[in-house]
Structure formats: structure tokens, C-alpha cells
């Protein structure tokens, strides 16, 4: 992991809440897959704000890697982004893939959107559960072919239409959640599956995480995550990792 430049080429406003930046980037980044992400940082802007941000991906071209960033950020083409990276290991998907349910828990699905072009790519279905704050995600710039599903209970946001059926189709199922309270909304969504199915089989549902990383190379120890087999650095073997495997809070 390095530090390199990057030079906006082109921003495009995609809805009243997300803007989609095109940056012009070196070979090292143009490796860049499903679940990684760089840490970002305007380059006239040395210390400020001190931790660089965590900019995720949605999508990558010849040259280009594309990011979605929230409109209440102001960028200017032909600006120089210093960048840190890359950040994580990619989703381990399984090597035969039908379908993959994608889930945004009271946040943006942004750190999944990545995968969308890849497994669409590739023949997998693709279905996105929408749930809590998350149902606010304006999708219409997806492609049609993404199955797009909304919560349907208020007093419970972890329910949708055809929820035991989705799940049992899926080959797989990655989660995001609201990155200030990680662990509670991953023990609800762990709590619920628990409830649906009557055993949660490895490497099957990933929640991927994303604690605030100041150096993003395993060094400050500030992204541990106990694991069943001891302790884990999120910016080194994340971000996604078996729901099943991690030591989550009990239930209030």
C-alpha cells in the first residue's frame, strides 16, 4: 500500500444527495476489486481534516475508478486527490455463484455497489435489500437488472417482502451497516437470520465493516475486531467477514 495522486476528470450529479467523481489513476490502483477502497484526502489539503477519508468505489475503467461521494461535498474538476491504498482484500465470493443479496441497514449500500457490475458481468443475480434509514437510497441510476427491494415494517426495520425466500436463494449475502453503532446493527441482523433460518451456514452472510481507519495498514490497531480465533485488523483482512465467526454484543 502506497500513496499516489489522482486527478478528477469528470463529476457527475447523480441525484440531490449523490455525486459520482471520476478519477484518473495509476496502474496500481486500476487493480482495484469488489471491497476494497483507498483513503482519500484533497493534496492541497495536507492535514486537514487529519484522517483522510475512506472513499469506496462503484465502479472501474481503463484509467478510471469511479466513486460515489454525498453532494454536500464540494469537488472541482481538475483537482489532486491524494490517495492511500488499497485498503482490504476483496469479497470472497464463491467460486459458483446464482444469485447474491445485497443488504443496506440504515445506511447508504455505497461499499456494495462495486460488486454489481462484476456480478452482473458475470450472469448472478443480484438483489438489493433497502432497510431502515437505507430505504432513502435513490436507486433509479442502477442497472435494471438489480432486483431493488424496500423494508416493509416500521416497528421492525429488518423485514422485507419474500425475506425467507431471498434468503434462501442467495448464495451468498454481504451487509452494511451504519458505521457508528457496527456492532449492535450486526448482532440484530445476525439475531434475525438466526430467527428465519434454521442454520446460518459459513461463508455464507458477510457484514463488512468499517471502523475509522487512521493509517489503514494494520499498524494503530485502532480497527481490531475479535474473531472466534482471536483478534482481527479490519483494514488488513476485511472489511467483509463471516457474520458467524465474530463475537458480537449481546442483545439489550
Known sequence: MRETEALIARITEINEKVQHIELSVDDSLQRMKPGQSFLARLASERWDPYLR????????????????????EVYDVGQIISLVGLVGQPFRFRRTLRNVLL???DTSPTPLLMTIPW?????????????????????THLPPEVEIVHGL??????????????????????????????LKHFRQVLD?????????????????????LPCGAGACQACLLTTRNGTATTCIEGPAFDLTQIVLPNPE
Open 53 to 72: 477519508d475512506r472513499w469506496w468505489a462503484v465502479n472501474v475503467r481503463k484509467g478510471q475508478i469511479i466513486v460515489e461521494r454525498p453532494q454536500s
Open 103 to 105: 443488504v443496506a441497514y
Open 119 to 139: 456480478l452482473l458481468g458475470n450472469k448472478i443475480g443480484v438483489t438489493l435489500v433497502l432497510l431502515g434509514t437505507g430505504s432513502d437510497y435513490d436507486t
Open 153 to 182: 415494517d416500521e416497528t421492525d426495520a429488518l423485514v422485507w417482502d419474500n425475506q425467507v425466500m431471498s434468503m434462501g436463494w442467495a448464495d451468498q449475502i454481504f451487509v452494511v451497516v451504519n458505521e457508528f453503532d457496527e
Open 192 to 212: 434475525k437470520f438466526r430467527d428465519l433460518r434454521a442454520e446460518i451456514p459459513k461463508n455464507y452472510l458477510f457484514g463488512v465493516f468499517r471502523p475509522v
